[in-house]
């Protein structure tokens, strides 16, 4: 069996070594990074090989890459690496790391053409000034080869344990058997779906019910898929932290055993969440624990490895115990793990680190899109960027002198956007050319001047700074398929506005992401209809649709639709007293736990405040703005076997979905709300937007998003197969053949 590894996979574990050093050094992006590579290779001449392809052996190893080009003339192999701001504060480390890569392409490139010896240049490519930095060497093959297989070496041991794991993962995968007595209804049939998708490498969106076994049905078959395809990694990605626990036992019921596991499993979690030391730089200078990080990875690795779950406290004290930040240890082990658990931004955001390992490793992945209808709304955020003219000014008041200049600038251009405004709210068809530019030029400014005072940072500039950048890259890539707003307010004697770019298709980003993939499944209990999701995520056009049969019965879930009231705003306070009389006659009818759903927090409080002074009698608790994640937890915990009450929560919240509430721990719920985004100027831009392209605005800003989180916020109540429960929809448009067309097919409405 060969392994196969990158040159700089290959590289950067034996090479890199000292301190984890991440002060302010602006880094082009990807699209600057691709852009500064084409202009170097356009000032060559025409004999230049750009993009070489180089593939070499030693022993079980084969080592493959491209070559950012080669010269014949002059018999000169280049590596280019962009960057931005002062060459000399490029760290030591990163420069030893460079050479080691030129080096084993200049092998890998002498042993494919028979060269005696090869001129070996870094060119550093400054994407402001497009000035080259070169540095050159010229090496002998036979030096080369040492350098080489000194690399390779090094690497070889732990290639060789890395083979043993995947053939042992491979045998354990064969011989996987299901982890319960049978099959749930629908279970089976999807988990066959999705081994088919994975043999044929395409794409399958499966509306399964709530409660169905979704997150086990749809790993198994994967796992299960994975020696006959050669996949390197299963990527299951969520929108929440709950579907990342309901991953975790998923991986531990298919994978019992907890040491040496032939399956390594991560969990990847926000930087935030993973950080030892918030207030410190990451920088050996600041932070223990990026002091000689990388002298004392390769013996956290080793242990992190034989460790699975990886979960997050696992995987933190692997770090502590080895003096690392967990937070770049558990980057480090997504090279290494065979199933990552992780949110969506992490394969699908602009700097995305799994999809950037996918793309740099080639390995063949699949995807375990969970939730996927929140991906739509996700992933407009992640296409999007907003700037707020009050931040520009806090920053102005304590920004250094030498940044005045440009600030003054992009101020007095934003101020000239104000004379072109028709109203407090406009969308305009084209971006701001002058104002745009002034951006790029303070982008610049500040860059350079963080490159020349790093430990001078303001949290104020640099949060700034990266919004300006995020602003810019959006900008880059306006189409049709965004909105550019601007809203302008009164502040005193002043006009300040925010300026908005937001994705409402993201298609052209998730559709390549997709596509890169060897198969990919998205599932959900809300996937209708077809063409929505289509036209949204950009799906192949090849891509399977199923409506998993539902493991429930009619009979255990009681819907009444009470058309008798309405829910919209104008009618808000008339149907304050009907809703709580409706759910107080429920409760003597059937004491036990509800949960009832509401538009707003306003609304909430308002019925919940009612049903408290008409019957003090029901217990009820509340879910309250901003809550964390102690305080989620408290509310679910309210709901024990044996309790009684009512929970109230806001429809699209954090108890919409992804919640697990079986048995008499919910018995019923009350949707008091058709789940529409509010109504405003900008959602009525985007529904006039989503009519030009899709013929359907109202329904896709509106109402497939709406009913879609009332079928998720129903769908808590039935969550086994001897689970009984009652649904009421509370307003007259559920009545409407329109809505109901969207509701299971499975439900029996009365």
């Given at each position: 069996?060969?392994?196969?590894?990158?040159?700089?996979?290959?590289?950067?574990?034996?090479?890199?070594?000292?301190?984890?050093?991440?002060?302010?050094?602006?880094?082009?992006?990807?699209?600057?990074?691709?852009?500064?590579?084409?202009?170097?290779?356009?000032?060559?001449?025409?004999?230049?090989?750009?993009?070489?392809?180089?593939?070499?052996?030693?022993?079980?190893?084969?080592?493959?890459?491209?070559?950012?080009?080669?010269?014949?003339?002059?018999?000169?192999?280049?590596?280019?690496?962009?960057?931005?701001?002062?060459?000399?504060?490029?760290?030591?480390?990163?420069?030893?790391?460079?050479?080691?890569?030129?080096?084993?392409?200049?092998?890998?490139?002498?042993?494919?053409?028979?060269?005696?010896?090869?001129?070996?240049?870094?060119?550093?490519?400054?994407?402001?000034?497009?000035?080259?930095?070169?540095?050159?060497?010229?090496?002998?093959?036979?030096?080369?080869?040492?350098?080489?297989?000194?690399?390779?070496?090094?690497?070889?041991?732990?290639?060789?344990?890395?083979?043993?794991?995947?053939?042992?993962?491979?045998?354990?995968?064969?011989?996987?058997?299901?982890?319960?007595?049978?099959?749930?209804?629908?279970?089976?049939?999807?988990?066959?779906?999705?081994?088919?998708?994975?043999?044929?490498?395409?794409?399958?969106?499966?509306?399964?019910?709530?409660?169905?076994?979704?997150?086990?049905?749809?790993?198994?078959?994967?796992?299960?898929?994975?020696?006959?395809?050669?996949?390197?990694?299963?990527?299951?990605?969520?929108?929440?932290t709950p579907g990342r626990k309901l991953a975790l036992?998923?991986?531990?019921?298919?994978?019992?055993?907890?040491?040496?596991?032939?399956?390594?499993?991560?969990?990847?979690?926000?930087?935030?969440?993973?950080?030892?030391?918030?207030?410190?730089?990451?920088?050996?200078?600041?932070?223990?624990?990026?002091?000689?990080?990388?002298?004392?990875?390769?013996?956290?690795?080793?242990?992190?490895?034989?460790?699975?779950?990886?979960?997050?406290?696992?995987?933190?004290?692997?770090?502590?115990?080895?003096?690392?930040?967990?937070?770049?240890?558990?980057?480090?082990?997504?090279?290494?793990?065979?199933?990552?658990?992780?949110?969506?931004?992490?394969?699908?955001?602009?700097?995305?680190?799994?999809?950037?390992?996918?793309?740099?490793?080639?390995?063949?992945?699949?995807?375990?899109?969970?939730?996927?209808?929140?991906?739509?709304?996700?992933?407009?955020?992640?296409?999007?960027?907003?700037?707020?003219?009050?931040?520009?000014?806090?920053?102005?008041?304590?920004?250094?002198?030498?940044?005045?200049?440009?600030?003054?600038?992009?101020?007095?251009?934003?101020?000239?956007?104000?004379?072109?405004?028709?109203?407090?709210?406009?969308?305009?068809?084209?971006?701001?050319?002058?104002?745009?530019?002034?951006?790029?030029?303070?982008?610049?400014?500040?860059?350079?001047?963080?490159?020349?005072?790093?430990?001078?940072?303001?949290?104020?500039?640099?949060?700034?700074?990266?919004?300006?950048?995020?602003?810019?890259?959006?900008?880059?890539?306006?189409?049709?398929?965004?909105?550019?707003?601007?809203?302008?307010?009164?502040?005193?004697?002043?006009?300040?506005?925010?300026?908005?770019?937001?994705?409402?298709?993201?298609?052209?980003?998730?559709?390549?992401?997709?596509?890169?993939?060897?198969?990919?499944?998205?599932?959900?209990?809300?996937?209708?209809?077809?063409?929505?999701?289509?036209?949204?995520?950009?799906?192949?056009?090849?891509?399977?649709?199923?409506?998993?049969?539902?493991?429930?019965?009619?009979?255990?879930?009681?819907?009444?639709?009470?058309?008798?009231?309405?829910?919209?705003?104008?009618?808000?306070?008339?149907?304050?007293?009907?809703?709580?009389?409706?759910?107080?006659?429920?409760?003597?009818?059937?004491?036990?736990?509800?949960?009832?759903?509401?538009?707003?927090?306003?609304?909430?409080?308002?019925?919940?405040?009612?049903?408290?002074?008409?019957?003090?009698?029901?217990?009820?608790?509340?879910?309250?703005?901003?809550?964390?994640?102690?305080a989620r937890q408290g509310f679910l915990d309210q709901?024990?076997?044996?309790?009684?009450?009512?929970?109230?929560?806001?429809?699209?919240?954090?108890?919409?979905?992804?919640?697990?509430?079986?048995?008499?721990?919910?018995?019923?719920?009350?949707?008091?709300?058709?789940?529409?985004?509010?109504?405003?100027?900008?959602?009525?831009?985007?529904?006039?937007?989503?009519?030009?392209?899709?013929?359907?605005?109202?329904?896709?800003?509106?109402?497939?998003?709406?009913?879609?989180?009332?079928?998720?916020?129903?769908?808590?109540?039935?969550?086994?197969?001897?689970?009984?429960?009652?649904?009421?929809?509370?307003?007259?448009?559920?009545?409407?053949?329109?809505?109901?067309?969207?509701?299971?097919?499975?439900?029996?409405?009365?």
């Amino acid at each position: 069996m060969s392994y196969r590894v990158a040159v700089r996979a290959l590289c950067e574990f034996t090479a890199k070594a000292g301190d984890l050093d991440l002060r302010f050094t602006p880094s082009p992006t990807a699209q600057q990074g691709i852009a500064g590579h084409r202009t170097v290779a356009a000032r060559r001449g025409g004999q230049y090989q750009a993009e070489l392809s180089l593939e070499g052996e030693y022993g079980a190893l084969t080592v493959r890459g491209r070559a950012d080009g080669y010269d014949p003339a002059g018999n000169v192999l280049e590596e280019v690496k962009t960057f931005r701001g002062d060459f000399a504060a490029i760290p030591a480390n990163h420069r030893q790391l460079h050479w080691a890569q030129a080096r084993v392409y200049g092998w890998l490139l002498c042993q494919s053409l028979q060269l005696e010896h090869v001129n070996l240049a870094l060119v550093y490519f400054d994407i402001v000034s497009e000035k080259e930095t070169r540095l050159q060497e010229r090496w002998s093959a036979a030096d080369l080869e040492q350098f080489f297989n000194q690399q390779c070496a090094l690497f070889l041991s732990w290639a060789e344990q890395e083979m043993a794991h995947r053939i042992a993962r491979d045998e354990a995968a064969r011989t996987l058997t299901f982890p319960h007595a049978g099959f749930r209804t629908g279970q089976r049939a999807l988990a066959e779906a999705v081994y088919k998708t994975a043999s044929t490498g395409r794409c399958l969106m499966a509306q399964a019910p709530t409660g169905i076994g979704k997150t086990i049905g749809t790993l198994f078959p994967l796992l299960k898929a994975m020696p006959g395809q050669q996949l390197d990694k299963v990527l299951f990605l969520t929108a929440k932290t709950p579907g990342r626990k309901l991953a975790l036992d998923a991986a531990q019921v298919l994978y019992p055993k907890a040491l040496n596991a032939p399956l390594r499993v991560l969990e990847l979690v926000a930087r935030d969440k993973a950080c030892e030391y918030p207030q410190n730089a990451c920088n050996g200078d600041s932070c223990p624990l990026a002091k000689g990080f990388y002298d004392r990875l390769p013996a956290a690795r080793l242990e992190a490895v034989a460790r699975s779950p990886l979960d997050q406290q696992t995987l933190r004290g692997v770090a502590l115990a080895h003096g690392v930040c967990p937070y770049y240890l558990s980057q480090e082990m997504a090279r290494w793990a065979d199933v990552v658990i992780a949110d969506y931004n992490y394969y699908f955001d602009f700097t995305a680190l799994l999809y950037g390992l996918a793309q740099a490793s080639q390995w063949r992945v699949a995807t375990l899109v969970d939730e996927a209808h929140n991906l739509v709304e996700r992933a407009r955020q992640m296409y999007s960027a907003s700037l707020d003219q009050q931040t520009l000014n806090n920053v102005r008041h304590t920004a250094p002198a030498a940044l005045d200049k440009p600030f003054k600038r992009l101020n007095r251009e934003w101020n000239a956007l104000h004379k072109e405004q028709v109203g407090p709210y406009q969308v305009h068809s084209q971006l701001p050319a002058k104002w745009l530019s002034a951006l790029s030029a303070c982008i610049t400014a500040i860059g350079d001047y963080l490159n020349d005072h790093p430990q001078g940072l303001s949290g104020n500039l640099q949060g700034f700074y990266f919004e300006a950048l995020q602003f810019n890259r959006v900008a880059e890539l306006f189409d049709a398929h965004f909105l550019f707003d601007v809203s302008l307010r009164e502040d005193g004697k002043r006009r300040l506005s925010q300026l908005n770019l937001r994705n409402i298709v993201p298609a052209a980003f998730i559709g390549p992401r997709l596509a890169s993939a060897r198969c990919n499944v998205l599932f959900s209990a809300t996937l209708s209809p077809q063409t929505y999701y289509a036209n949204l995520l950009g799906l192949p056009a090849d891509t399977v649709w199923m409506d998993v049969e539902s493991p429930f019965q009619a009979e255990q879930l009681h819907v009444q639709v009470i058309s008798q009231i309405s829910t919209r705003f104008v009618h808000r306070q008339a149907s304050l007293a009907p809703i709580v009389e409706l759910i107080a006659r429920q409760f003597e009818q059937r004491p036990g736990n509800y949960l009832a759903f509401f538009s707003s927090f306003d609304y909430l409080q308002q019925v919940a405040e009612l049903l408290a002074e008409r019957h003090p009698h029901i217990p009820r608790w509340l879910q309250a703005r901003r809550m964390d994640e102690a305080a989620r937890q408290g509310f679910l915990d309210q709901f024990t076997m044996s309790s009684q009450g009512v929970g109230f929560a806001v429809l699209g919240g954090a108890f919409g979905e992804g919640i697990d509430l079986p048995g008499a721990r919910l018995i019923g719920a009350f949707v008091a709300t058709l789940g529409l985004a509010q109504f405003n100027p900008v959602n009525e831009q985007i529904k006039q937007r989503m009519a030009a392209l899709f013929g359907a605005g109202y329904d896709y800003t509106y109402l497939y998003p709406g009913v879609q989180k009332v079928v998720q916020a129903a769908g808590r109540v039935i969550r086994t197969q001897s689970d009984q429960g009652t649904l009421f929809l509370i307003d007259d448009r559920f009545a409407e053949r329109k809505v109901q067309q969207l509701l299971p097919s499975w439900w029996r409405l009365g």
